[in-house]
């Protein structure tokens, strides 16, 4: 009798996990304010192709973003330095410290992208695995570490970067790749709040990257599974 109740209560709970399921595919929100079509905007097009070139889609952020052309241009200007290929500092690093910064703030949506960014740029699969674990993993170097705890006091609010640890930086990075890096790290600053605030949907290829490499430590689409 005792196997029979036991029986009977998975199946009850795999009923109600299933249903579940099924209404989070039935029922998914729209955009609080829908991307539009590439196209809509035809001055965007360069803007748009250095995403795709960058990214290898456009992403929904700016898609939002063109119902203002003008802030597309400047967004992407700045974007263009921040990912200048003749930087001084690797840009799939700078991909990570984008990443530390964005999990600070909270956004699964830059979080996702980042990941996959980060893999776009060259950074090995194992090393994105162990990017929570930087201060102990033997994957990142000393300068890697001080730079990825620089982002996680930077992007922290209050902001938590002291003395130390800018002494710290000095002791690693030039002047130059410390300037690199604090822009990564507003950058995302902006992109953080912009998609948390227009709860963006993610498109499939950050989706992919941040299930298999950020649901074991507690990522989630979360509102950005949009319709």
Same mark, same amino acid.
């Given at each position: 009798?005792?196997?029979?109740i036991i029986c009977a209560k998975y199946d009850e709970s795999r009923r109600d996990h299933v249903e579940e399921k099924v209404m989070?595919?039935?029922? !998914? ?6 991307? =539009? ?11 748009? $192709? ?5 990214? @290898? ?6 898609? %939002? ?8 241009? /400047?967004?992407?200007? =700045?974007?263009?330095? %921040?990912? #200048?290929?003749? &930087? $001084?500092? #690797? !840009? @799939? ?6 990443h530390v910064a964005s999990r600070a703030a909270g956004c699964a949506y830059c979080m996702a992208h980042t990941a996959e960014g980060?893999?776009?740029?060259? %950074?090995?699969?194992?090393?994105? /695995?162990?990017? *929570? ?11 890697? !570490?001080?730079?990825?705890?620089? +982002? =996680?006091? /930077? ?17 690693? *990075?030039?002047?130059? $790749?410390?300037? $690199?890096?604090?822009?990564?790290? +507003?950058?995302? &600053? ?5 998609? #948390? ?9 950050? %989706? +992919? ?8 430590? @507690? ?9």
């Open positions: 009798m005792e196997s029979v989070e595919q039935k029922v !998914r929100p729209t955009p609080r304010l829908a991307p =539009l079509p590439v196209g809509h905007a035809p001055e965007l097009a360069e803007n748009f $192709e250095f995403s795709r070139k960058s990214l @290898g889609f456009v992403p929904n952020s700016m898609l %939002i973003m063109q119902r203002k052309p003008k802030l597309v241009k /400047a967004f992407s200007q =700045l974007s263009q330095a %921040i990912w #200048d290929p003749n &930087g $001084e500092v #690797d !840009r @799939g690093f700078k991909r990570l410290v984008g980060s893999l776009h740029y060259g %950074i090995e699969e194992r090393k994105l /695995a162990a990017v *929570w674990e930087f201060r102990t993993s033997p994957l990142f170097s000393e300068a890697e !570490r001080v730079a990825l705890e620089f +982002a =996680l006091a /930077a992007a922290s609010v209050p902001n938590g970067v002291t003395d130390e640890m800018f002494s710290e930086m000095r002791r690693h *990075w030039s002047e130059s $790749e410390i300037v $690199e890096i604090t822009a990564v790290v +507003a950058y995302f &600053g902006f992109l953080n709040r912009w998609n #948390d605030t227009m709860g963006t949907p993610l498109e499939p290829e950050p %989706i +992919a990257a941040g299930e298999k490499y950020l649901a074991a430590h @507690g990522w989630k689409v979360g509102k950005h599974a949009r319709a």
